[in-house]
């Protein structure tokens, strides 16, 4: 191979990286915008006792955040969901500060790991 067709290869390969990086980054939801051990306190005071201190649900239909399920959207959609209630779960809004459910967002993202 001469000089032009590796430059070649390597254009494509690098374009190909930087193409792959930015999906990821755009496919993955925002995480880490609160503090993760405040969350885990709200988590703890509100949140427990209908989805678990593992976040393995207690009741049937409700999120089980150790497999990760409702977490795959943005944090501001979680804030909105969580402000707002569904189903079951109460609203939020008024008890909990936009700041309070970051924390508890942060926390939610972190028991996957």
Request: net charge positive; glycine share 14%.
């Amino acid at each position: 191979m001469n000089n032009v067709s590796l430059l070649k290869v390597g254009a494509r390969a690098l374009r190909g990286a930087l193409l792959l990086s930015g999906a990821m980054l755009f496919a993955m939801p925002q995480a880490m915008a609160g503090d993760p051990v405040k969350g885990g306190k709200i988590y703890n005071q509100q949140c427990k006792k209908c989805h678990g201190g593992s976040g393995k649900s207690t009741f049937p239909g409700v999120a089980d955040f150790s497999r990760g399920e409702g977490l795959m959207i943005a944090d501001h959609e979680l804030l909105q969901k969580i402000r707002d209630g569904r189903g079951m779960m109460p609203a939020f809004r008024g008890i909990l500060k936009d700041n309070d459910i970051f924390d508890v967002i942060t926390y939610l993202r972190k028991l996957r790991r």
